[in-house]
């Protein structure tokens, strides 16, 4: 029998992983809080938005107008001299294949999705720190408008980002080497022709260690950014794009864009977390490095983990077992059977592309497993 608690579960972080787990596990029969420091969800905007149709499927959100700014219908890869290469799906299917979302409105409908399932949502409230009770619940620390308050409950979902404090309250390495960490910057831009296509380009004389992109995002709008690893290059990611406006092979059709807009953040292409699970404690989403480390893409990883957790933890609590790290290590071994293993294999092929020497040779490599991933019969398809 568990002791009586106000939530079963606090959920940090109403993201794309938070607000699933938060979903998934109210359906389940748990009573959950969901916290999230912000006062607006998904603002400011850190993030392109991509997302494929496949992974709003699997976890059942439907893509609303709400939401979606722009259809894609399949990829264009250009390798550093642009030369292209077209992956065009509308050839073999007639839905599209993925979508740009706005993720201010993406994260609000899916906290909105958590409400519904009977999830309770607290914004402007952090999470500072938790401290285990002897009878088997833990105590969560929270500042809410400014005022600290406490909840009790059984476990606490870390989904609180790339920069997870979570995982450091229970001693879990966090902290992510600069050498993989991707720093992103991209402009909000119109006047921009798009091709209902995402375009992606490699090659380090454009963004050493990652790639840059250029997306449709609707009403006339594009978005076009890049990701470099800075232990690659003495220059910023914002010194790179504005290069790559300039004197790319796309610098004609990029030269009419009218900024409206200036995003950036940090990308996590690291390895997953060995340890992902402590006593009362389970990290999913970017806080665990659920991200593929190939693209960069984190919403479909984060989704997907956030639809692991809630499923175990709705599971977990209607037994008796304690939530010790030991038995809250079942949600990782979950995870890894149905995602992770696949993640490992992207982390280690990206490893092996920059554990090579020659850097027209890494450049090659890059773009051919790019262009491979985004192939229709690719392995990592699902991923
Ligand atoms: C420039 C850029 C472009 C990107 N483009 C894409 C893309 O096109 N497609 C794609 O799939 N991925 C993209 N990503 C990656 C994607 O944004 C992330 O992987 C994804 O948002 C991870 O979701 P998450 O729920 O784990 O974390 P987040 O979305 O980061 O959510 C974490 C939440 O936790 C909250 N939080 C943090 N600490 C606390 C605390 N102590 N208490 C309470 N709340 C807290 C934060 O406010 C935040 O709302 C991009 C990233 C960047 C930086």
Redesign the pocket.
Same mark, same amino acid.
């Given at each position: 029998m568990r002791a009586n608690v106000d939530y079963d579960l606090v959920v !940090?972080? $109403? @993201?794309? /992983?938070?607000?699933t787990a938060a979903r998934v596990a109210a359906r389940g029969g748990l009573s959950v809080l969901l !916290? #999230?420091?912000?006062q607006e969800?998904?603002a400011p905007i850190?993030? $392109?938005?991509?997302?494929s149709a496949n992974a709003l499927k699997e976890v059942g959100v439907r893509p609303e107008g709400e939401f979606v700014l722009d259809a894609v219908h399949g990829f264009v890869t250009y390798d550093a001299d642009g030369t292209e290469e077209i992956l065009d799906y509308r050839r073999h299917r007639d839905e599209p294949l993925g979508y740009?979302v706005d993720?201010r409105r993406f #994260?609000r409908h899916l906290a909105g999705l958590a409400e519904q399932a009977g999830a309770e949502l607290w914004l402007k &409230?952090?999470? &500072?720190g938790h401290t285990p009770r002897p009878d088997g619940t833990t105590e969560v620390h929270?500042t809410r408008l400014g005022r600290p308050v406490s909840v009790t409950a059984h476990v606490v979902v870390g989904? #609180? @980002? !790339? *920069? $997870? *404090? !979570?995982g450091r309250w229970a001693g879990i390495q966090t902290r992510i080497k600069l050498k993989e960490l991707?720093s992103? %910057? *991209?402009f909000v831009v119109e006047g921009v022709e798009t091709r209902g296509l995402l375009e992606i380009v490699t090659g380090e004389r454009w963004a050493p260690g990652g790639y840059a992109?250029l %997306?449709p995002k609707g009403h006339g709008h594009a978005e076009v950014?890049l =990701?470099v690893a800075r232990t690659m290059t003495e220059q910023d990611a914002r010194w790179h794009l504005e290069r790559f406006m300039t004197d790319s092979f796309l610098a004609d059709r990029l030269k009419g864009a009218r900024i409206v807009e200036v *995003? @950036?953040?940090?990308?996590p292409l690291a390895a997953p977390l060995k340890r992902q699970a402590a006593d009362h404690i389970v990290l999913? @989403? #970017? /806080?665990a490095r +659920?991200?593929?480390p190939i693209?960069?893409?984190?919403? +479909? &990883?984060?989704l997907r /983990? =956030?639809t692991i957790a809630g499923t175990f933890l709705a599971d977990f609590l209607a037994g008796d077992l304690p939530p010790t790290a030991e038995h809250l290590e079942g949600c990782h071994q979950q995870w890894l059977a149905e995602l992770g293993t696949t993640m490992w294999k992207l982390y280690d092929l990206k490893t092996g592309i920059f554990r090579e020497r020659d850097p027209a040779r890494r450049d090659a490599l890059l773009h051919a497993t790019m262009t491979g991933y985004f192939r229709p019969d690719s392995e990592y398809r699902k991923v």
């Open positions: !940090v972080g $109403s @993201g794309p /992983a938070g607000a !916290v #999230d420091k912000k969800l998904g850190q993030c $392109s938005g991509a997302v740009v993720r #994260d &409230t952090e999470a &500072t929270l989904a #609180d @980002g !790339v *920069q $997870s *404090q !979570v991707a992103c %910057f *991209q992109w %997306f950014g =990701g *995003q @950036g953040g940090g990308v999913i @989403g #970017d /806080a +659920h991200v593929n693209t960069g893409g984190g919403i +479909h &990883t984060a /983990a =956030g």
